[in-house]
C-alpha cells in the first residue's frame, strides 16, 4: 500500500522556520518526482515545490523562491521541505505528492 | 503564470443528473491537464490526467475532454460521493496552477 506520511508543521512565530518532513512507502520513491502542494484554510490549492528523481532539478513558485528548499533522500524514501522566514500568509496546509498519491497533509499556522 | 478559471464555481445537481464542469487556460497547455477530486478533510485525488486519461480507480461515469485552452469534466450520472470540489490544474509550464475549484453540490 502506498502512503506518504507528513510532519513538522506546527505553529511559528512570523520569521521563523520550519522543516516539514515526508515519508514514503510502498512505491519505488527514487523513480518519481516529487512535489509540495499547500492549501490555505478554506482556500484553493497551490503548487510550491517540485523535486526531481536524483535531486538534480527543483522548481519553486515565485512566493517562496529564495525562502524554501526543497530536498529528498532516496536512501530513507523521505522528502523535505525547508521553510525559512515564514509569512502570515504561508499559513496552509501542506501535501506530500507525487500527482497519484497523496498524503493527509500537515498543518502550518504562522502567527504572532 | 498560466492563469486557469473554472466555471461555474457551484453547481447544484440532483443525483442521478448529469454534471458538467468547465477549465479554461490562459494560454495553450495542449493536454498537459489534471482534474482532481476534493471531500471536505481530505487530500486531493487525481481524477484525470493527459485531459483524458482516467486515474487508477476512477469510475467510467467520470469523462475529461478537451485540449489547447478548453477542456471539460463530466460526471454522466453524479452518485452521493460525487459531491464534493473538483479542480483542474495545469502542468504544461512552471509554475504548474489550479483552477479556483468548482463546487458540486446537492440540489
Known amino acids: 500500500e502506498v502512503q506518504l506520511v507528513e510532519s513538522g508543521g506546527g505553529l511559528v512565530q512570523p520569521g521563523g522556520s520550519l522543516r516539514l518532513s515526508c515519508a514514503a512507502s510502498?512505491?519505488?520513491?527514487?523513480?518519481?518526482?516529487m512535489s509540495w502542494v499547500r492549501q490555505a484554510p478554506g482556500k484553493g490549492l497551490e503548487w510550491v515545490a517540485n523535486?526531481?528523481?536524483?535531486?538534480?532539478?527543483?522548481n519553486y513558485v515565485d512566493s517562496v523562491k529564495g525562502r524554501f528548499t526543497v530536498s529528498r533522500d532516496n536512501a530513507k524514501n523521505s522528502l523535505y521541505l525547508q521553510m525559512n522566514s515564514l509569512r502570515a500568509e504561508d499559513t496552509a496546509v501542506y501535501y506530500c505528492?507525487?500527482?497519484?498519491?497523496w498524503g493527509q497533509g500537515t498543518l502550518v499556522i504562522v502567527s504572532s | 503564470e498560466i492563469l486557469m478559471t473554472q466555471s461555474p464555481a457551484t453547481l447544484s445537481v440532483s443525483p442521478g443528473e448529469r454534471a458538467t464542469l468547465s477549465c479554461r487556460a490562459s494560454?495553450?497547455?495542449?493536454?498537459?491537464l489534471a482534474w482532481y477530486q476534493q471531500k471536505p478533510g481530505q487530500a486531493p485525488r487525481l481524477l484525470f490526467y493527459?485531459?483524458?486519461t482516467r486515474a487508477t480507480g476512477i469510475p467510467a461515469r467520470f469523462s475529461g475532454s478537451g485540449s489547447g485552452t478548453e477542456f471539460t469534466l463530466t460526471i454522466s450520472s453524479l452518485q452521493s460521493e460525487d459531491f464534493a470540489v473538483y479542480y483542474c490544474?495545469?502542468?504544461?509550464?512552471?509554475?504548474?496552477?489550479f483552477g479556483q475549484g468548482t463546487k458540486v453540490e446537492i440540489k
Open positions: 505528492t507525487t500527482v497519484n498519491y
Open positions: 510502498g512505491f519505488t520513491f527514487s523513480s518519481y518526482w
Open positions: 523535486i526531481k528523481q536524483d535531486g538534480s532539478e527543483k
Open positions: 494560454q495553450s497547455v495542449s493536454t498537459n
Open positions: 493527459g485531459a483524458s
Open positions: 490544474q495545469q502542468y504544461n509550464n512552471w509554475p504548474w496552477t
